[in-house]
């Protein structure tokens, strides 16, 4: 255990060193072997070159005690990479080796962070290989790009963090003095994640970043931060944000990250949504926690949102409603309490507030956004059961229309004639 501890402590204190300093970075021009060595600068490869599908049985000869990574184009330094990650770590290729840290460090993670520092043509390449979904082995590589195509994420889950993941993320950006990158370690305010949202001033290019930690198995926290560029820095301390209080240069929600999963995503993964952004309005929607408490401190998500519009020179805080992706008919309530898809219809359950409940549903091919199909309100739960982190693991609505019971629990509809009888019985299905 001390043994595994000390190479922990080796593998992080590597981590920030190769993190900690930012650099401009330019086309690799020698042929040391300690330097990626680029011979033909390749933006994009043609869509019919083959694919790397299985990669255990591919051995790549490197000399990690000097980082010796040679490639002639950015397409087989793809390769090469997705190679080492294959073939590194004992959790099917996560990309670090529990039993031996340092080496996993030198293998994968340390040739890719000198070749993003090091080539500045990584900023046009889109490493669709790398982050390939369909390949099981390259599926927690995440590259995020803006629009304009100035400022770039790569980052990846190591996995030391246990129920507190760290994240590792380099940053690469564009200006008008050159292109240049920094890595960043375990720090959601200043990473981005699954979005960059651009917002356009007379003078600046505000890049909104929305992210998200998760503290344990049960807690997390919403983030959304703001930067510019500005030549060869970074600026993260804009005051872009005016709540009803005072002017802020980020949002944080503190929120049960486990009871949103249950409520919503676990039962489609569409419905993965906290921080939202409507471009038709330029309108944010930061997420509300509910009233009610959990053991654990913190609130569970709502689905009513805290509302930003920009007003051409910052988000000003306007009022609370429902997501604009809902039907305006729907977006009053309390809180969302269930949602899920079956074969024919999506249905999702609102609170209401003293103690009644509202059933909404859509055919088969509708969104939230259109009319509902079915709206049923003054339902009652019949009962619930929660864990001993004060989730609810399952529990029943029911509502009556013309005579007809309409009973949801968990994750299945079930329909009852005026006599009793199932007439209708379907459970989800997970997208």
Same mark, same amino acid.
């Given at each position: 255990?001390?043994?595994?501890?000390?190479?922990?402590?080796?593998?992080?204190?590597?981590?920030?060193?190769?993190?900690?300093?930012?650099?401009?970075?330019?086309?690799?021009?020698?042929?040391?072997?300690?330097?990626?060595?680029?011979?033909?600068?390749?933006?994009?490869?043609?869509?019919?070159?083959?694919?790397? +599908?299985?990669?255990?049985?591919?051995?790549?000869?490197?000399?990690?005690?000097?980082?010796?990574?040679?490639?002639?184009?950015?397409? +087989?330094?793809?390769?090469?990479?997705?190679?080492?990650?294959?073939?590194?770590?004992?959790?099917?290729?996560?990309?670090?080796?529990?039993?031996?840290?340092?080496?996993?460090? +030198?293998?994968?993670?340390?040739?890719?962070?000198?070749?993003?520092?090091?080539?500045?043509?990584?900023?046009?390449?889109?490493?669709?290989?790398?982050?390939?979904?369909?390949?099981?082995?390259?599926?927690?590589?995440?590259?995020?790009?803006?629009?304009?195509?100035?400022?770039?994420?790569?980052?990846?889950?190591?996995?030391?963090?246990?129920?507190?993941?760290?994240?590792?993320?380099?940053?690469?950006?564009?200006?008008?003095?050159?292109?240049?990158?920094?890595?960043?370690?375990?720090?959601?305010?200043?990473?981005? #994640?699954?979005?960059?949202?651009?917002?356009?001033?007379?003078?600046?290019?505000?890049?909104?970043?929305?992210?998200?930690?998760?503290?344990?198995?049960?807690?997390?926290?919403?983030?959304?931060?703001?930067?510019?560029? +500005?030549?060869?820095?970074?600026?993260?301390?804009?005051?872009?944000?005016?709540?009803?209080?005072?002017?802020?240069?980020?949002?944080?929600?503190?929120?049960?990250?486990?009871?949103?999963?249950?409520?919503?995503?676990?039962?489609?993964?569409?419905?993965?949504?906290?921080?939202?952004?409507?471009?038709?309005?330029?309108?944010?929607?930061?997420?509300?926690?509910?009233?009610?408490?959990?053991?654990?401190?913190?609130?569970?998500?709502?689905?009513?949102?805290?509302?930003?519009?920009?007003? #051409?020179?910052?988000?000003?805080?306007?009022?609370?409603?429902?997501?604009?992706?809902?039907?305006?008919?729907?977006?009053?309530?309390?809180?969302?309490?269930?949602?899920?898809?079956?074969?024919?219809?999506?249905?999702?359950?609102?609170?209401?507030?003293?103690?009644?409940?509202?059933?909404?549903?859509?055919?088969?091919?509708?969104?939230?956004?259109?009319?509902?199909?079915?709206?049923?309100?003054?339902?009652?739960?019949?009962?619930?059961?929660?864990?001993?982190?004060?989730?609810?693991?399952?529990?029943?609505?029911?509502?009556?229309?013309? #005579?007809?019971?309409?009973?949801?629990?968990?994750?299945?509809?079930?329909?009852?004639?005026?006599?009793?009888?199932?007439?209708?019985?379907?459970?989800?299905?997970?997208?």
């Amino acid at each position: 255990m001390n043994k595994i501890i000390s190479l922990l402590f080796i593998l992080l204190i590597a981590i920030f060193a190769a993190c900690g300093k930012k650099q401009e970075v330019k086309p690799a021009e020698t042929t040391t072997i300690n330097a990626p060595v680029l011979i033909k600068t390749e933006t994009e490869t043609n869509e019919n070159e083959p694919e790397i +599908e299985d990669v255990t049985n591919h051995q790549v000869v490197i000399d990690t005690a000097n980082v010796n990574f040679h490639y002639k184009n950015l397409l +087989e330094a793809e390769q090469l990479l997705i190679r080492l990650w294959a073939n590194v770590g004992t959790e099917g290729g996560l990309g670090l080796d529990y039993d031996n840290p340092e080496n996993s460090y +030198e293998k994968f993670v340390k040739p890719f962070v000198k070749t993003i520092l090091s080539d500045t043509s990584t900023m046009n390449y889109t490493f669709k290989r790398l982050t390939k979904k369909k390949n099981k082995y390259n599926d927690v590589i995440s590259v995020t790009t803006s629009n304009n195509g100035n400022l770039r994420f790569y980052s990846w889950i190591t996995p030391y963090g246990g129920t507190m993941p760290d994240v590792v993320t380099i940053t690469q950006f564009r200006s008008d003095s050159g292109i240049f990158a920094e890595c960043v370690s375990f720090d959601p305010e200043r990473t981005g #994640g699954h979005n960059i949202w651009e917002i356009e001033t007379t003078n600046q290019t505000y890049y909104l970043l929305p992210n998200w930690i998760r503290g344990d198995s049960q807690r997390g926290v919403a983030y959304l931060n703001v930067v510019t560029i +500005e030549g060869s820095k970074l600026n993260y301390n804009h005051k872009f944000f005016k709540n009803k209080d005072e002017f802020v240069n980020n949002l944080s929600v503190p929120y049960n990250c486990a009871n949103w999963f249950f409520t919503a995503h676990a039962h489609n993964k569409e419905y993965n949504w906290d921080i939202a952004f409507d471009d038709k309005t330029s309108t944010l929607y930061i997420p509300i926690p509910s009233r009610d408490i959990d053991n654990l401190g913190v609130g569970n998500l709502s689905d009513q949102y805290s509302k930003y519009k920009f007003n #051409g020179k910052y988000f000003e805080y306007i009022g609370q409603d429902g997501g604009f992706w809902l039907h305006p008919s729907i977006r009053k309530f309390d809180k969302l309490v269930n949602i899920f898809t079956t074969n024919k219809y999506t249905i999702r359950i609102d609170y209401m507030g003293n103690d009644k409940y509202r059933y909404v549903s859509w055919n088969k091919g509708k969104s939230m956004g259109d009319k509902p199909d079915l709206v049923i309100e003054n339902g009652l739960k019949e009962y619930e059961i929660k864990d001993k982190y004060d989730n609810i693991e399952t529990c029943r609505y029911s509502f009556i229309n013309a #005579g007809y019971k309409y009973i949801c629990e968990r994750d299945t509809l079930t329909i009852c004639d005026k006599n009793g009888k199932v007439i209708l019985l379907q459970k989800k299905i997970i997208h």
